[in-house]
C-alpha cells in the first residue's frame, strides 16, 4: 500500500499569506491529507503567542508544524519598507536550507510519509528548482489577487513592449499588453514595482522569476471564484490551464469547519482567525451602540506604513466627513514621529465624540457587524475578499504589491468602491467617506451584494471553488498511487 499523501506548505512570511495558507492547510487535513506547514522561526515564535491559533490545528493528528530560518535577528522589524531584506534572508539562508531539508528527508518521520506535494507561496521560485530535482509536484497558491498576478505573468510582454518600467509621467496612459484589461488598465494600476526604482529593479526580478516559473509548476491555487475573476481567469488558463478557484477562501473554510466531523473530544472553537496579533474586541461592543450602516472601518492590513502626513490627513478627512469611524492603528503603521502637541484639539474631541482607536480588531467580525457602512482599506487581497463577502463598499487607498491592480478592479470592474490611490488628502477622503456611505451607498451596496450572493454560492455544495477544492483534494491524492 503506497503511503497517505502528504502536503508541504510553505508561506510567505507575513500576515495575509499565513492567514490563509493555514485555512488551506486546514481544509486539507479535514480531507484526511497529512499536512505539515513550514513558517520561518520568527512567524512561528509569533504563532506560539497565539494560543487559540496552535491549540485548533493540535486537534488534527495528521497536522504538523515546521520551521525554518529567515536569516535575520528576532529584533529586526521585518516591516514593508525592509521587506527586502526579508527577501535577501530567503534567498542566502531559507533557500539553502529548504533544499537540504527536502534533500534529506526531514519531512518524514515515523507519523508522517515522505511529502508528496509541495504547495508555497507563488514567489517561491527557488520551491520549483528543488521539487523539478527531487521530482515531487508543485501546485503554487497565489496569496495576491488574480487581476494582479495576471499583470505579474505579464511582466515579461510588458517589459518588451516598453510599457516597464515606467516614471511618475504619463501614469494615466492604458496599459496595453495586459488582455482582457486594455479599456480600464493604467500604468498607476500596474503594482507599485512597475515604477522604477532601485526597490522596484529587486522586486521585478522577483515577480519575473515568479512569471517564469508558476506556469511550470502542476497547477497555481489562488483565492477567489469564478464570476468574481472570468474576465482575467480566461486569458490567465492560457498560460497556466491548471487553476483552482478555491475562493473565497475564508467562507469555504468557515463553511467545512461548520460541517466537518470533529477530529478530537475537543469542544469546538468559535474563534478561526489566524492572526498574529491579539485582537481587541471591545471595538465589537462601541460597533453594537452606532446606528445601522453608519461607521467607516479604517485599516491598511498588516504591512503598509503610511507617513506622519499621510496619517494627519486621513485623521482630518475621517474627522470632517462628521461619520463615526473604527481606526485600526496597528503599532509601527506610521513611519515617522510626531509629538503629542502637534494634534489640534478638536481632532481629539471629535474623535472621543465619534471615533474609536484600536491597535488589531477581529476585522471578519468587524466587517459583518450591521453598524459598518464601509471600509477604508489598503486594498491587501484578504481585506477585499472578506469585504466583499460581507457586502462592505470600500475606499480603495493603496499602498503596494498587488493593491493598485485590485483598486483599479474595485472601483472600474466590480463598481463597488472609489479608488483614491496617489493621494491622500483630508478633503479627498472627507469627500469619499461622504459618498460611500451617502450618495453612491445604494448602488455599491446592490453591486457588492451580488457578489456576495454569487461567491456564497460558488463555496456552497457542488458551487465552483467548492468542487475546486474537491478536485484539488483528489489531485493530490492521485499524485500518491
Ligand atoms: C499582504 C499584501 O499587503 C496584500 O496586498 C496581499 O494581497 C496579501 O499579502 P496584508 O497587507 O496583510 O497582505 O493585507 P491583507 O491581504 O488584506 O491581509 C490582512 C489580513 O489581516 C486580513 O485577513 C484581515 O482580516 C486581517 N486583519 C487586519 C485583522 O485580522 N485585524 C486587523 O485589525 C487588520
Known amino acids: ?27 486539507l487535513c479535514l480531507s484526511g491529507i497529512s499536512v505539515t506547514v513550514l513558517n520561518t522561526d520568527h512567524i512561528h515564535r509569533t504563532l506560539l503567542r497565539r494560543t487559540n491559533v496552535l ?43 529548504f533544499r537540504e531539508m527536502m534533500i534529506s528527508g526531514c519531512f518524514s518521520s515515523r507519523s508522517a510519509s515522505p511529502v508528496t506535494v509541495i504547495i508555497p507561496d507563488g514567489s517561491f521560485s527557488f520551491a520549483l528548482d528543488v521539487a523539478e530535482e527531487i521530482q515531487i509536484p508543485v501546485i503554487y497558491f497565489e496569496t495576491v489577487s488574480p487581476c494582479a498576478l495576471w499583470t505579474y505573468l505579464r511582466l515579461p510582454d510588458l517589459i518588451d ?6 516614471n511618475g509621467n504619463d501614469l494615466d496612459v492604458l496599459v496595453e499588453s495586459v488582455p482582457g484589461t486594455e479599456t480600464f ?5 500596474l503594482p507599485s514595482f512597475y515604477r522604477g526604482d532601485n526597490l522596484a529593479n529587486h522586486v521585478m526580478q522577483i ?3 515568479e512569471a517564469r516559473h508558476v506556469p511550470r509548476a502542476y497547477g497555481v491555487i489562488v483565492n477567489t471564484f469564478d464570476v468574481l475573476d472570468a474576465s482575467v481567469l480566461v486569458h490567465m488558463r ?3 490551464p491548471n487553476i483552482y478557484c478555491v475562493g473565497p477562501l475564508h467562507t469555504l473554510h468557515k463553511s467545512r469547519l461548520a460541517v466537518a466531523p470533529k477530529p478530537t473530544t475537543q469542544k469546538p472553537q468559535s474563534n478561526v482567525s489566524n492572526s498574529l496579533w491579539e485582537e481587541d474586541r471591545t471595538c465589537l461592543s462601541w460597533l453594537d451602540l452606532q446606528p445601522a450602516k453608519s461607521v467607516v472601518y479604517v485599516s491598511i492590513g498588516s504591512m503598509a506604513r503610511m507617513t506622519v502626513d499621510q496619517f ?13 469611524f473604527l481606526w485600526v492603528q496597528r503599532p509601527g503603521s506610521v513611519l515617522g514621529e510626531y509629538d503629542d502637541g502637534q494634534v489640534p484639539q478638536y481632532l481629539v474631541d471629535e474623535t472621543k465624540e465619534r471615533g474609536f482607536i484600536v491597535t488589531w480588531v477581529p476585522q471578519e467580525e468587524v466587517l459583518a457587524h450591521p453598524a459598518i457602512g464601509g471600509f477604508l482599506t ?8 472578506e469585504s466583499i463577502m460581507e457586502g462592505v463598499p470600500m475606499i480603495c487607498w493603496p499602498f503596494y504589491v498587488d493593491q493598485q491592480v485590485n483598486s483599479r478592479f474595485v472601483s472600474e470592474v466590480w463598481k463597488i468602491g472609489l479608488d483614491i490611490k496617489d493621494t491622500c488628502d483630508r478633503v479627498v477622503i472627507e469627500k469619499a467617506v461622504n459618498n460611500l456611505i451617502h450618495v453612491k451607498r445604494d448602488d455599491f451596496s446592490r453591486s457588492v451584494k451580488a457578489l456576495a450572493e454569487s461567491g456564497a454560492r460558488s463555496v456552497a455544495e457542488d458551487g465552483s471553488s467548492y468542487m475546486d477544492l474537491n478536485r484539488l483534494v483528489e489531485d493530490i491524492k492521485s499524485m500518491n498511487l
Open 1 to 27: 500500500m503506497s503511503p497517505p499523501p502528504h502536503v508541504l506548505i510553505f508561506p510567505l512570511p507575513m500576515q495575509g499569506p499565513v492567514n490563509c495558507m493555514l485555512k488551506l492547510a486546514e481544509l
Open 238 to 240: 492560457k498560460l497556466c
Open 378 to 385: 489598503h486594498s491587501g487581497w484578504n481585506s477585499t475578499m
Open 185 to 189: 488598465l493604467r500604468r498607476r494600476d
Open 312 to 324: 494627519f490627513e486621513l485623521w482630518h478627512g475621517l474627522v470632517n466627513s462628521g461619520k463615526p
Open 55 to 97: 491549540s485548533r490545528f493540535s486537534r488534527y493528528r495528521n497536522f504538523r508544524f515546521q520551521t525554518i530560518s529567515d536569516g535575520l535577528s528576532d529584533d529586526h522589524p521585518r516591516s514593508s519598507e525592509r521587506f527586502l531584506e526579508v527577501f535577501e534572508g530567503m534567498r542566502t539562508v531559507t533557500e539553502p536550507a
Open 161 to 166: 513592449a516598453g510599457e516597464v518600467p515606467f
Open 207 to 209: 515577480i519575473l522569476n
